[in-house]
């Protein structure tokens, strides 16, 4: 079994990274995004680091920014992806991304046990909600579902895809506010027991719906005192709901900018700020998320705070709503300044080192010895350099440490994870 002491490592794998000028970099190969090739060499190497997993994204919508520098950011379809990548690999866990919201949960637990089967036991799966009429409009809505509807949904979608995963085939009968299902999944029994649940909502419904379900949760935290209350109150929920605290996996969000030296990991970090296109389109970005009119808006002037929208009623991610809320009002930069910031590296959402494979290794010891992580969702800024500077560089010294795997001792994701199998309906 899997050594509960060891960090787990999930790579957050998005198109050329997460640093919004990535595309420019003469390093990246922004022609590649939709390239099955390119993803398998990408996956291959975070194997190579023996991460746990590898994670898809998927936000539905094709951001229209208008600045040109987010659209490369999204992978294909993330199951479809993950299917051609799994028989390039052996050990590492495929997790996908599919909303509860705009789709079904028998054709959801299908195709995740899709995924599962030809995987070996690699499967899982990131139960979102959604954000945006305009994703509730590509299928026939005028708006976005409310809130604390969509996570209600959520509720119900889970315990349908549980319920049928551990029938391995049997018929069942589900009855209620949301759905009625009635049948048996086409597939039988998991090579893991079920395939793993995953969730990244952290508001007072997204981390109710965690402690009930989540197998994973992938944070947003950016220090630790916020990364250990978060902790804290997860693992709390996961023993209120009876399952074990260690039946959760904890993994904030990480941005690392890795060099051997310091001056060179400030270097990596500074060329890619250089790239920037500062032509405004993420202060029209930001007004477009919050639902806000900011074309008359001074850049240099401060942010808007009183304009944005209250949080009882708002209906699009209350987490990150929160976040840009009181970063604003601790930092008093000027409305370019946080425009920029918010959409060009995530510091206002992840925490951003920049340092040594030595000082990114103590950060990230700090975090999990600190009880605020159990493990990292890793958000490369740049591939492909950067995602081999944390496997080659970051990955030994933690493993000199103690800290994290020296080989895969298990096969499956649940195994990796350390998760228990749940005790299924009918013992095999
Ligand atoms: C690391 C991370 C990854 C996420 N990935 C997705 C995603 O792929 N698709 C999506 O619709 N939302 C994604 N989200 C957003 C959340 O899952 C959630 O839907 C959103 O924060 C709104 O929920 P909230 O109001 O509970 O915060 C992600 C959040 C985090 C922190």
């Known amino acids: 079994m899997s050594d509960q002491r060891h960090m787990r490592i999930n790579l957050n794998l998005r ?107 690699r499967a899982g799966v990131n139960l979102v909600t959604s954000t945006g009429d305009e994703v509730a409009r590509q299928f026939g809505w005028d708006r976005h579902t409310e809130h604390e509807l969509r996570y209600e949904r959520a509720g119900e979608f889970i315990t349908v895809l549980n319920a049928l995963w551990d029938a391995a085939g049997e018929p069942v009968e589900h009855h209620g506010n949301h759905f009625d299902v009635s049948g048996a999944l086409d597939i039988a029994g998991s090579p893991q027991g079920r395939p793993v649940i995953v969730q990244a909502g952290a508001s007072e419904s997204g981390r109710a719906l965690a402690g009930r379900f989540a197998e994973a949760v992938f944070a947003g935290s950016s220090d630790i005192p916020a990364g250990a209350l978060l ?34 990991a400030r270097r990596v970090y500074g060329e890619l700020e250089e790239l920037i296109l500062d032509d405004g389109g993420n202060i029209a970005r930001l007004g477009q998320e919050l639902g ?10 401060p942010v808007p705070v009183d304009d944005f929208p209250a949080v009882e009623g708002y209906q699009g991610g209350v987490t990150r709503l929160v976040r840009l809320r009181a970063w604003a009002l601790e930092e008093g930069v000027s409305l370019r300044r946080f425009a920029n910031t918010v959409y060009r590296s995530l510091g206002v959402i992840h925490w951003t080192p920049v340092g040594t494979p030595e000082q990114i290794a103590d950060e990230l010891e700090s975090w999990f010895r600190g009880g605020a992580a159990d493990g990292f969702n890793v958000l490369v800024p740049q591939h492909t350099r950067q995602l081999d500077a944390f496997v080659d560089q970051v990955v030994p010294v933690l493993q000199r440490r103690g800290l994290f795997r020296t080989e895969y001792a298990t096969t499956t994701l649940r195994d990796h994870l350390g998760i228990t199998r749940p005790n299924l309906a009918r013992a095999a």
């Open 15 to 121: 198109g050329v990274g997460f640093h919004t000028a990535a595309w420019r970099h003469p390093d990246s190969a922004p022609h590649r995004v939709h390239d099955l090739d390119y993803y398998v060499e990408l996956v291959r190497a975070a194997e190579r680091g023996l991460f746990d997993s590898v994670f898809l994204a998927d936000m539905m919508t094709f951001p229209q920014s208008g600045s040109g520098q987010n659209e490369l950011a999204w992978p294909l379809d993330p199951f479809t992806m993950l299917a051609g990548v799994a028989p390039h690999t052996e050990h590492i866990g495929l997790i996908g991304t599919l909303s509860t919201t705009y789709n079904d949960p028998y054709a959801v637990a299908r195709k995740v046990a899709a995924l599962d089967q030809l995987s070996g036991g």
């Open 231 to 264: 902790y804290d109150d997860l693992k709390a929920r996961v023993v209120a709901g009876g399952r074990p605290s260690t039946d959760l996996a904890v993994l904030p969000g990480v941005v690392p900018y890795v060099g051997s030296t310091e001056a060179e």
């Open 292 to 301: 806000l009119d900011l074309g008359a808006a001074d850049p240099d002037g």
